[in-house]
């Protein structure tokens, strides 16, 4: 497998043997010819956190939508909840709305910093999703080293834990209707750029307080056994990158991905 980019260069990748590898390779056969429509937020690189919140903006005006850029700086999650509610209401397919929603994921997190490369086809990988079989997590991980290939958690909607910490209200349908378990494996992948600690999070006891008194209605209703916060919070590692210098040298020049193809 490889990654491709707009100067021809190539960057190998080693999927390692694990029962993900299969299901990645079906994936890639097809999308291998599919041009990836690599964002510039998508590239490690990009870390500013006013050009967030200005491309919010951007899409926000396409969409008629007007963002108060001065409670997106100033994290009010009041406000991100505001917007998101938009997005639910408002999405007819324009793709629009889609970088729209990912801008305000994006302006939610603290640090803006993004210590990864995505590689993701977005909406036309749709098709090609696979439901995900939670036994797969036996392999999962919360240690992340530079070069380390993964896929995560890609639902559409939030996990207990950021429905939690997003003051979302304290209600059992919206919570079940809102909050996802790991359901579908997408073809997103992700690339680390530095070390990574996932799990334990500063503020776990405090969910386990909350989360003790909702999780099992929560599990009924998406019919698993349990989700703990470190399900939430992990990763499966599929594959390394062969040079991880050689990707470093070229994201520090102009060119971006276009193809993730196998050999």
């Not at 992948?189 to 909702?214: A, C, G």
């Amino acid at each position: 497998m490889y990654i491709q980019f707009n100067d021809d260069c190539k960057v190998s990748i080693t999927l390692f043997n694990t029962p993900l590898k299969p299901v990645i390779e079906k994936m890639f056969k097809h999308l291998g010819q599919v041009p990836l429509p690599f964002r510039s937020w998508d590239h490690p690189y990009y870390r500013a956190t006013t050009q967030l919140v200005q491309t919010l903006e951007i899409y926000a005006k396409k969409l008629n939508i007007i963002v108060d850029k001065a409670k997106c700086l100033a994290q009010d999650q009041l406000y991100f909840n505001h917007l998101h509610k938009i997005y639910e209401k408002g999405y007819d397919g324009n793709p629009d709305w889609l970088d729209y929603h990912e801008h305000i994921h994006l302006c939610e997190k603290k640090l803006f910093h993004r210590s990864n490369l995505i590689l993701y086809h977005r909406e036309l990988s749709g098709p090609l999703a696979q439901p995900m079989n939670l036994k797969w997590l036996k392999i999962s991980t919360h240690q992340l080293q530079p070069g380390d290939l993964y896929v995560e958690w890609a639902e559409l909607g939030k996990t207990p834990y950021t429905y939690w910490m997003n003051n979302e209200p304290d209600n059992k349908e919206q919570l079940c209707n809102l909050a996802k378990p790991w359901v579908n494996l997408y073809s997103k992948l992700t690339v680390s750029f530095s070390n990574q600690t996932l799990f334990p999070i500063h503020n776990q006891t405090d969910f386990d307080f909350w989360w003790q008194s909702r999780s099992q209605d929560w599990c009924q209703y998406w019919n698993i056994d349990s989700w703990t916060l470190a399900d939430m919070n992990s990763v499966i590692v599929i594959g390394k990158i062969d040079n991880f210098h050689e990707l470093t040298n070229i994201l520090h020049g102009p060119a971006v991905p276009t193809y993730v193809r196998l050999d």
